[in-house]
């Protein structure tokens, strides 16, 4: 039987907990292959006797494998999560004498992947470091990527299955983390509420757009694309009007609140009627007789995080038709604002949801800007919305790259490695080129962000930025194209090898969507630059 040792701790409330460790052995090849209830897996043993009868899979698989080395065919049927999760610890007896184990060394979540093309050029092991990146930035990836492992990664994966949306307590600990201060970026950085400390000890001074990128990047690693939305898809497009836009008091009463996640806001602008043609939006906002409220009557669909948010800040009609007639207003959740869940392709974390305004009374002091003057504060919002949301879609292309090539290096079939295959090194050769074209454009965009200012940015990026969403989108059609092609069934199956490429083949036309079509972003691009274009030019 399994020898145990006592462990005594004391908490902070001093009571003292005992907890009971197992103590492993140091086993011999030949001790092991004697004993046919123990396999061994990466230099590690366990007991797998009583196991065999519940496994999933059914036992038969043990026959062959008993008291041997199954780390092959372990790694050929599972995840390596599989053996670290539910069952890999309370069957593990013991380790190989005088050996380590090189495969759990080699996945650690928190460490940088070794993986080719595992991480963004600057990160990835033997380049030279890149201009766009200091010190800062490095130790700022490395807290993120700790932060999240411990705090976000368990609830994430659970939530992507079960639809769970992400609870109060994960906003408030993002909050006072600066995970949600990290991923508004630069325009929240120089009021930064008590109580917020930012990854990597950085200081609001030093904090620039590629901190902000990172920040993106690290939640996508998550690889869990509706629960990521849940944590705050709405909360940076809906937080930067109110911090640029809002009245002094209102703006100081929200913004501390939503950073530290003790509110939760969302953005609520399409409606049934109206996608991309924004000016052409239905819901209403009509003062009372006294002038003091606007009373709002209309209903926004596809909102995400609408199902939990405290405040929506709502595109709104206040005059005649068009782009001219549009208000913004920060409307705060009453008995007259209702929410019903919409189901999405993703998971139902995301929290998505229809929006009902039925006479909502709304005091005139929450209006954003100035009144039917609130289509340029949406349009000043695309930018920073876009190149959030093409960051993290290159990050979700790049976590299906990792997981290709690790799977065809480990899969053997018809005798050697997937990777002698040439047809599946064109389709692999095809999407990393994919990425890192894009990646590399949206590096020289992120560049120009910091260096311009927020006007000029609006004035200069918008069709750059736009036609960057496109390709990137683009991007993300060929790498789930060829890595479902390369992982084949598995990566049509919602749990095992494949979830990481099953869930973002799942999404990805959303992200083709949202945020402007991939037709108005292509349209949008070539117009912004038709209109810098010199009338004289010739061939």
């Given at each position: 039987?399994d020898?145990?040792?006592?462990?005594?701790s004391?908490?902070?409330t001093?009571?003292?907990?005992?907890?009971?460790?197992?103590?492993?052995?140091?086993?011999?090849?030949?001790?092991?292959?004697?004993?046919?209830?123990?396999?061994v897996?990466d230099?590690?043993v366990?007991?797998?006797?009583?196991?065999?009868?519940?496994?999933?899979?059914?036992?038969?698989?043990?026959?062959?494998?008993?008291?041997?080395?199954?780390?092959?065919?372990?790694?050929?049927?599972?995840?390596?999560?599989?053996?670290?999760g539910?069952?890999?610890?309370?069957?593990k007896?013991?380790?190989?004498?005088?050996?380590?184990?090189?495969?759990?060394?080699?996945?650690?979540?928190t460490?940088?992947?070794k993986v080719?093309?595992?991480?963004?050029?600057h990160f990835?092991?033997?380049?030279?470091p890149?201009?766009?990146?200091?010190?800062?930035h490095?130790?700022?990836?490395?807290?993120?990527?700790?932060?999240?492992?411990?705090?976000?990664?368990?609830p994430?994966?659970?939530?992507e299955?079960?639809?769970?949306?992400?609870?109060?307590?994960?906003w408030?600990?993002?909050?006072r983390?600066?995970?949600?201060a990290?991923?508004?970026?630069?325009?929240c950085?120089?009021?930064?509420?008590?109580?917020i400390?930012?990854?990597?000890?950085?200081?609001?001074?030093?904090f620039?757009?590629?901190?902000e990128?990172?920040?993106?990047?690290?939640?996508?690693?998550?690889?869990?694309?509706?629960?990521?939305?849940?944590?705050?898809?709405?909360?940076?497009i809906g937080?930067?009007?109110?911090?640029?836009?809002?009245?002094?008091?209102?703006?100081?009463h929200?913004?501390?609140?939503?950073?530290?996640?003790?509110?939760?806001?969302?953005?609520?602008?399409?409606e049934?009627?109206?996608?991309?043609?924004?000016?052409?939006?239905?819901?209403?906002a009509?003062?009372?007789?006294?002038?003091?409220?606007?009373?709002?009557n209309?209903?926004k669909?596809?909102?995400?995080?609408?199902?939990?948010?405290?405040?929506?800040?709502?595109?709104?009609?206040?005059?005649?038709?068009?782009?001219k007639?549009?208000?913004?207003?920060?409307?705060?959740?009453?008995?007259?604002?209702?929410?019903?869940?919409?189901?999405?392709?993703?998971?139902?974390?995301?929290?998505?949801?229809?929006?009902?305004?039925?006479?909502?009374k709304?005091?005139?002091?929450n209006?954003?800007?100035?009144?039917?003057?609130?289509?340029s504060?949406?349009v000043?919002?695309?930018?920073?919305?876009?190149?959030?949301?093409?960051?993290?879609?290159?990050?979700y292309?790049?976590?299906?790259l990792?997981?290709?090539?690790?799977?065809?290096?480990?899969?053997?079939?018809?005798?050697?490695?997937?990777?002698?295959q040439?047809?599946?090194?064109?389709?692999l050769?095809?999407?990393?080129?994919?990425?890192?074209?894009?990646?590399?454009?949206?590096?020289?965009?992120?560049?120009?962000?910091?260096?311009?200012?927020?006007e000029?940015?609006?004035?200069?990026?918008?069709?750059?930025?736009?036609?960057?969403?496109?390709?990137?989108t683009?991007?993300?059609?060929?790498?789930?194209?060829?890595?479902?092609?390369?992982l084949g069934?598995?990566?049509?199956?919602?749990?095992?090898?494949?979830?990481?490429i099953?869930?973002?083949?799942m999404a990805?036309?959303?992200?083709?969507?949202?945020?402007g079509?991939?037709?108005?972003?292509?349209?949008?691009?070539?117009?912004?630059?038709m209109?810098?274009?010199?009338?004289?030019?010739?061939?």
């Amino acid at each position: 039987s399994d020898v145990y040792k006592r462990q005594v701790s004391t908490q902070s409330t001093g009571r003292s907990l005992v907890k009971m460790t197992k103590e492993l052995r140091s086993l011999t090849r030949d001790e092991v292959a004697k004993n046919k209830g123990w396999i061994v897996i990466d230099s590690n043993v366990y007991d797998i006797s009583r196991f065999r009868n519940i496994h999933p899979g059914g036992n038969e698989v043990f026959d062959e494998y008993g008291g041997q080395d199954a780390t092959d065919v372990f790694y050929s049927l599972h995840r390596h999560e599989v053996i670290t999760g539910k069952y890999g610890p309370k069957l593990k007896i013991g380790t190989i004498s005088g050996e380590t184990s090189k495969i759990s060394a080699s996945n650690d979540w928190t460490a940088l992947s070794k993986v080719p093309f595992g991480e963004t050029p600057h990160f990835q092991p033997g380049f030279m470091p890149s201009p766009f990146y200091a010190a800062s930035h490095e130790a700022f990836k490395l807290h993120c990527r700790k932060i999240i492992d411990e705090e976000l990664r368990e609830p994430a994966e659970a939530g992507e299955v079960s639809g769970e949306m992400p609870s109060h307590d994960i906003w408030k600990m993002m909050g006072r983390k600066g995970l949600l201060a990290a991923r508004i970026g630069v325009a929240c950085m120089k009021d930064l509420p008590s109580g917020i400390t930012l990854p990597g000890n950085l200081s609001p001074d030093e904090f620039d757009y590629f901190h902000e990128m990172i920040c993106h990047e690290e939640i996508a690693r998550l690889a869990t694309p509706g629960y990521n939305d849940g944590l705050g898809a709405g909360f940076w497009i809906g937080l930067p009007p109110v911090i640029k836009f809002a009245q002094p008091q209102v703006r100081e009463h929200v913004t501390p609140a939503v950073l530290l996640g003790d509110k939760r806001i969302c953005l609520s602008i399409t409606e049934p009627y109206t996608g991309s043609d924004v000016a052409g939006i239905k819901t209403t906002a009509t003062k009372t007789a006294d002038g003091k409220h606007y009373v709002i009557n209309g209903c926004k669909k596809w909102i995400t995080n609408g199902e939990f948010a405290d405040y929506f800040v709502t595109a709104v009609r206040t005059g005649g038709k068009g782009m001219k007639g549009v208000s913004m207003i920060l409307v705060e959740r009453t008995d007259d604002l209702s929410t019903k869940h919409l189901t999405a392709a993703y998971s139902k974390s995301a929290g998505t949801s229809l929006v009902m305004y039925e006479g909502v009374k709304v005091p005139v002091e929450n209006l954003l800007g100035e009144e039917n003057k609130g289509f340029s504060i949406i349009v000043s919002n695309f930018n920073h919305e876009r190149w959030i949301i093409l960051t993290t879609v290159q990050q979700y292309c790049r976590n299906c790259l990792q997981e290709a090539i690790k799977w065809l290096n480990q899969r053997q079939a018809f005798g050697k490695s997937l990777t002698q295959q040439p047809v599946l090194r064109y389709k692999l050769g095809q999407a990393i080129a994919a990425v890192e074209a894009s990646h590399a454009w949206l590096e020289s965009v992120t560049h120009q962000m910091n260096s311009m200012s927020y006007e000029d940015q609006n004035a200069k990026l918008g069709g750059m930025i736009a036609l960057l969403k496109y390709e990137t989108t683009r991007t993300a059609t060929l790498v789930c194209d060829n890595c479902v092609q390369l992982l084949g069934g598995r990566a049509v199956t919602r749990h095992g090898m494949g979830k990481v490429i099953q869930r973002f083949n799942m999404a990805y036309k959303i992200f083709s969507v949202y945020g402007g079509s991939e037709e108005i972003m292509a349209d949008l691009g070539v117009r912004q630059a038709m209109r810098n274009m010199d009338p004289h030019a010739r061939m």
